[in-house]
C-alpha cells in the first residue's frame, strides 16, 4: 500500500533530534498505522532515516526531486533518490513554486522523470487566498492539473496532494466537507486527463493536526494528509496516522 500519511519536514531537523523523533514515533505508531506513514526529511538526513527505520514499516520519501540530471550542480535526481532508499518524492509543492521559481511545465517534466525511474509521485497544488475568496478554486485547480498531466500514462500510486497555500502553517483550512468536494472534482479532472483514465489518491495537506485529523478523515474523498509543522513532533505525528487508521471507512 503507497503512504497516505505524510510528513514533510521541511528545512527542518538535526542528526540528534531525528533520533528522537524516530524514537516517539515508534512508541506511539499502531501497527496497522505503520505501513501508510511516511516522512520526507531533508535530503542530507536521508540515509540516516533510512538506516534508523531498516526494520520498519515506515515509508521514506524527498521532499522534491530535479527532472533531469548530469550537470546541473546542487540538484538532486530522481534516481539519486531511489538509489537512496526513498519510495516517492514529493513535487510541486507551493514554496518550490514561490521560492524557486517552479511551474506547472516544470513540475510535469518531474513527472515524467520519476515514472521513467521508477519513483512514486505526491504530486501538490492548491489555491492562494484571492482566489479562493474570489471562489475560483476549482478553475485554477482544473489549470494546474491540466498542465502537469493532462495526456499521461499515471501509474505507481500516482497521488494528489490538496493544499491550499493560505492554510499551510496559518492553523485555518477549508471545512472537511468544502476539501472533500474539492477531492472528488481532482479525481474526475485526473481520470478525464490521464491517458489511462487513472483516479489517483487525494491527500488533503494544511494546518493538520491531532485536533483536526478525525472530522477531516470521516470524509469518503479525503485519503490521507500531508503534514508539515505537526509532523515535527513524532508523538503527533503518530497519533495523526492512529486516527487516520480507525476513521471507520
Ligand atoms: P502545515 O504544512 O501542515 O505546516 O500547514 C503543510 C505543507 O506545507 O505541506
Same mark, same amino acid.
Given at each position: 500500500?503507497?503512504?497516505?500519511?505524510?510528513?514533510?519536514?521541511?528545512?527542518?531537523?538535526?542528526?540528534?533530534?531525528?533520533?528522537?523523533?524516530?524514537? +516517539?514515533?515508534?512508541?506511539?505508531?499502531? =501497527?496497522?498505522?505503520?505501513?501508510?506513514?511516511?516522512?520526507?526529511?531533508?535530503?542530507?538526513?536521508?540515509?540516516?532515516?533510512?538506516?534508523?527505520?531498516?526494520?520498519?514499516?515506515?515509508?521514506?520519501?524527498?521532499? +522534491?526531486?530535479?527532472?533531469?540530471?548530469?550537470?546541473?550542480?546542487?540538484?538532486?535526481?530522481?534516481?539519486?533518490?531511489?538509489?537512496?532508499?526513498?519510495?516517492?518524492?514529493?513535487?510541486?509543492?507551493?514554496?518550490?513554486?514561490?521560492?524557486?521559481?517552479?511551474?506547472?511545465?516544470?513540475?510535469?517534466?518531474?513527472?515524467?522523470?520519476?515514472?521513467?525511474?521508477?519513483?512514486?509521485?505526491?504530486?501538490?497544488?492548491?489555491?492562494?487566498?484571492?482566489?479562493?475568496?474570489?471562489?475560483?478554486?476549482?478553475?485554477?485547480?482544473?489549470?494546474?492539473?491540466? =498542465?502537469?498531466?493532462?495526456?499521461?500514462?499515471?501509474?505507481? +500510486?500516482?497521488?494528489?496532494?490538496?493544499?491550499?497555500?493560505?492554510?499551510?502553517?496559518?492553523?485555518?483550512?477549508?471545512?472537511?466537507?468544502?476539501?472533500?468536494?474539492?477531492?472528488?472534482?481532482?479525481?474526475?479532472?485526473?481520470?478525464?486527463?490521464?491517458?489511462?483514465?487513472?483516479?489517483?489518491?487525494?491527500?488533503?495537506?494544511?494546518?493538520?493536526?491531532?485536533?483536526?485529523?478525525?472530522?477531516? #478523515?470521516?470524509? +469518503?474523498?479525503?485519503?490521507?494528509?500531508?503534514?508539515?509543522?505537526?509532523?515535527?513532533?513524532?508523538?503527533? #505525528?503518530?497519533?495523526?496516522?492512529?486516527?487516520?487508521?480507525?476513521?471507520?471507512?
Amino acid at each position: 500500500m503507497s503512504a497516505l500519511i505524510i510528513g514533510n519536514w521541511k528545512s527542518n531537523g538535526s542528526k540528534e533530534t531525528n533520533k528522537l523523533w524516530i524514537k +516517539d514515533f515508534f512508541k506511539h505508531i499502531k =501497527d496497522d498505522a505503520e505501513s501508510i506513514s511516511a516522512i520526507c526529511p531533508p535530503y542530507v538526513y536521508l540515509n540516516q532515516i533510512v538506516d534508523l527505520c531498516k526494520r520498519s514499516n515506515i515509508k521514506i520519501g524527498s521532499q +522534491d526531486i530535479d527532472f533531469s540530471q548530469g550537470a546541473r550542480t546542487g540538484s538532486i535526481s530522481a534516481k539519486a533518490c531511489k538509489d537512496l532508499g526513498c519510495n516517492f518524492s514529493i513535487i510541486g509543492h507551493s514554496e518550490r513554486r514561490e521560492f524557486f521559481k517552479e511551474d506547472n511545465l516544470d513540475i510535469r517534466k518531474k513527472l515524467i522523470c520519476a515514472q521513467d525511474n521508477n519513483l512514486k509521485i505526491v504530486m501538490c497544488i492548491g489555491e492562494p487566498i484571492e482566489v479562493y475568496d474570489s471562489g475560483t478554486t476549482k478553475e485554477f485547480l482544473k489549470k494546474q492539473l491540466i =498542465d502537469s498531466i493532462d495526456g499521461l500514462d499515471l501509474f505507481n +500510486d500516482f497521488t494528489i496532494a490538496y493544499e491550499p497555500i493560505w492554510a499551510i502553517g496559518s492553523g485555518k483550512l477549508p471545512s472537511s466537507e468544502e476539501i472533500n468536494v474539492i477531492h472528488l472534482y481532482i479525481k474526475d479532472i485526473v481520470q478525464s486527463a490521464s491517458k489511462n483514465n487513472f483516479t489517483p489518491k487525494v491527500i488533503y495537506g494544511g494546518s493538520v493536526s491531532s485536533k483536526n485529523a478525525e472530522d477531516l #478523515f470521516k470524509e +469518503d474523498h479525503i485519503d490521507g494528509a500531508l503534514i508539515g509543522g505537526a509532523s515535527l513532533n513524532g508523538k503527533e #505525528f503518530a497519533n495523526i496516522a492512529n486516527i487516520y487508521i480507525n476513521r471507520g471507512h
